[in-house]
T-cell receptor, first 116, second 117 residues
Framework: KAGVTQTPRYLIKTRGQQVTLSCSPI?????VSWYQQTPGQGLQFLFE???????NKGNFPGRFSGRQFSNSRSEMNVSTLELGDSALYLC???????????????FGSGTQLSVL | GNSVTQMEGPVTLSEEAFLTINCTYT??????LFWYVQYPGEGLQLLLK?????DKGSNKGFEATYRKETTSFHLEKGSVQVSDSAVYFC????????????????FGKGTHLIIQP
């Protein structure tokens, strides 16, 4: 069974640009979550999508957005990039059911975004 | 809000040494607790979990017990190996719809563990 796939693996952008990251969950998983990992702040929850609907959202500005498609693949977008957006962005998938607090998340290897 | 505190390290041990990584948390309600491990160049992997007080999670020789009275979930292993070198994250979720919970998983800053032969 293929794992969670994130593309691209590395990305370099300049301030003010926008960027789109992609995540393909494990087959059959309907929930996709996104996390930002930085040395200073650690891992922080961005948002979670389930069946094409944003179900949960962390404390990030509106420049960070996402969406989920009918095949459960998800994209996140960051507009008007700032230097502080440089981070490893991790995607995680799960079945997302009501008892999912007892289920585990499967993480991808992440997209390393560098903003110059 | 929820928070997790853990030693950041690096923690350097010799092979076969006893390992303890402390983790304490602040949360409302009855969170589920997790330890995730991140090997170099890889994503996070669930190591073990506990969903209620006094539960013990265990996997690959690692153990952690959910202590509600001390709000702790310390990770232990009796004899570490070089292959255990990684970053370990303590995390919690307050429950909700997803494996991430209503507010997603709340992670500690991670503890970098280095095992020397």
């Amino acid at each position: 069974k293929a794992g969670v796939t994130q593309t691209p693996r590395y990305l370099i952008k300049t301030r003010g640009q926008q960027v789109t990251l992609s995540c393909s969950p494990i087959s059959g998983h309907r929930s996709v979550s996104w996390y930002q990992q930085t040395p200073g702040q650690g891992l922080q929850f961005l948002f979670e999508y389930f069946s094409e609907t944003q179900r949960n959202k962390g404390n990030f500005p509106g420049r960070f957005s996402g969406r989920q498609f009918s095949n459960s693949r998800s994209e996140m977008n960051v507009s008007t990039l700032e230097l502080g957006d440089s981070a490893l962005y991790l995607c995680a998938s799960s079945t997302g059911g009501r008892q999912a607090i007892y289920e585990k998340l499967f993480f991808g290897s992440g997209t390393q975004l560098s903003v110059l | 809000g929820n928070s997790v505190t853990q030693m950041e390290g690096p923690v350097t041990l010799s092979e076969e040494a006893f390992l303890t990584i402390n983790c304490t948390y602040t949360a409302t309600g009855y969170p589920s607790l997790f330890w995730y491990v991140q090997y170099p160049g890889e994503g996070l992997q669930l190591l073990l979990k506990a969903t209620k007080a006094d539960d013990k999670g265990s996997n690959k020789g690692f153990e952690a017990t959910y202590r509600k009275e001390t709000t702790s979930f310390h990770l232990e292993k009796g004899s570490v190996q070089v292959s255990d070198s990684a970053v370990y994250f303590c995390a919690l979720t307050g429950g909700g719809y997803s494996g991430g919970g209503a507010d997603g998983l709340t992670f500690g800053k991670g503890t970098h563990l280095i095992i020397q032969p």
